[in-house]
């Protein structure tokens, strides 16, 4: 199926449902036909439909991306709110930017697990990284891309994305109020996300566990089978070939996810466990909704104070995301190290997981990608943010601080081949080395001393990524 081309519908079945509705009106002590709370609120916002799949598996597949594509997103907006607060505790103790960044390194467990799941029914082939393509050619983005910082506008967004199906009577003032707020700003409808989730583990299901639940087929266009069946898992030998580890990905924190999955139970316990963390329609104490919710009371009390940075910062290139374009040319060409840097942490994850772990447990080219992945995110992207935070946004001084442009290039996550994925890397690096020297020859070089340390930082970083994908080459830039 052509990625691009591929678009996904929110059916609502609003006849049935206002059936249904005044059934359960009339009978408040059960649902008619399996209709409770939760399936309430699916049939509210939609259920997801791709338009052109025959099969469970291939709609499964297609949602999967779609959910891919959603915590990609959130994981880059919620590190991006997370450097607009001081790496400091504030007045309560409490250090808020690690706690939205705990929160974004949980979407990017996320989002591996989802790739567990993808390669569970579709093999290698099947991994997904792209975080635009799905989202935006579909009639309803579950969570428009848009890079804050810590706001009242930002925070409702995310309670909004976030929000379970049953809020707790003594907030739901405050959160029905953010929720308008959200709808107001961006159009961000509550329960999509965890929509898909809801699908896709009814999907996992057998038609006989499925018996006792609502038939979710009766209401929108499914495939005839709706439901995934053992043939249509990978084998195991391969699965474990291929599959992300939480060792391989240094996942140690307390409470990020990173789930395998090897029959349709371990899929559906993969799926459960995201929604309850986050975007389900479940909430737990400590799910992400109850975390902003938190973040929501301390912004409002006057214990956090934001850092000024820019909104949705762009260069402009691969659609951008319909913000502010960077335009002093001096940020500008930091942000170009941005996106590139940012595009091989992304194509580095890619890469690491479509290589096959060695049959010995030797040492291994994946392992160390994954290796080279985690030390991106901690020792480029971190710095990076917060030296572009530092820099003009306008050429003519307007405009306050920039932020870091979190541009991707769709191209690079197009082919799986490992030639292709080479090239893709060392096309980027010459194009880093470019832009270093562009750096050092502007005029306003001289006017950051520590940025010389920053090129010397990323120049040595970028030899190690070189000799990784290409051992017999020279190191450059």
Known sequence: MDRVQTRIRWYKPSTRMEEMRERAARDSSSAPEGLGDLHRTIFEVGIPVVEGVDTARELAIELLKLAAEVEHALMAQYLYAAISVPDEPASDSINYFRKLLIIAIQEMGHLATVQNLLLLLGGRDAFYMQRDILRQASDKN??????????????????????????????AAKVDELVKIAKADAGVEPHRVGAIYELLRWMF?????????????????????PHISDKDLKDPAEVARFEALPQEWKVSKAGVILATAHNR?????????????????SDTEQSHFAQFMEVVKAFEGGIITAIPIAKSPTLGKHGGLGGEVISHSYTRLWGEVFSLQYSLL???????????????????????????????MQQVISSLSLLIMGLPMRSDGAGGNAGPPFDLDP???GSSDDKELVANHLRMLD??????????????????PDHAVSLINLRNFDKRRRKLVTPTAPPNG
């Open 142 to 171: 579950p969570l428009p891309f848009v890079l804050e910082g810590v706001g009242k506008i930002s925070l409702a967004k995310y309670v909004a994305a976030e929000k379970p199906e049953k809020v707790p009577p003594e907030i």
């Open 411 to 413: 191209s690079i996550l």
């Open 431 to 448: 194009q880093l080395a470019g832009v270093y020297v562009a750096i050092e020859k502007s005029a306003d070089f001289g006017s950051f």
């Open 205 to 225: 299901l057998s038609p006989e566990e499925a018996a006792g639940e609502i038939d979710y087929a009766t209401f929108a266009p499914l495939p005839k089978n």
């Open 346 to 376: 992304v194509l580095t994850i890619y890469h690491s997981l479509v290589t096959p772990r060695p049959s010995d447990g030797g040492v291994s080219l994946r392992a160390a990608l994954a290796k080279m992945a985690v030390d991106g």
């Open 265 to 281: 139970s371990e899929a559906r316990d993969a799926l459960d466990k995201i929604a309850k963390q986050g975007e389900g329609l």
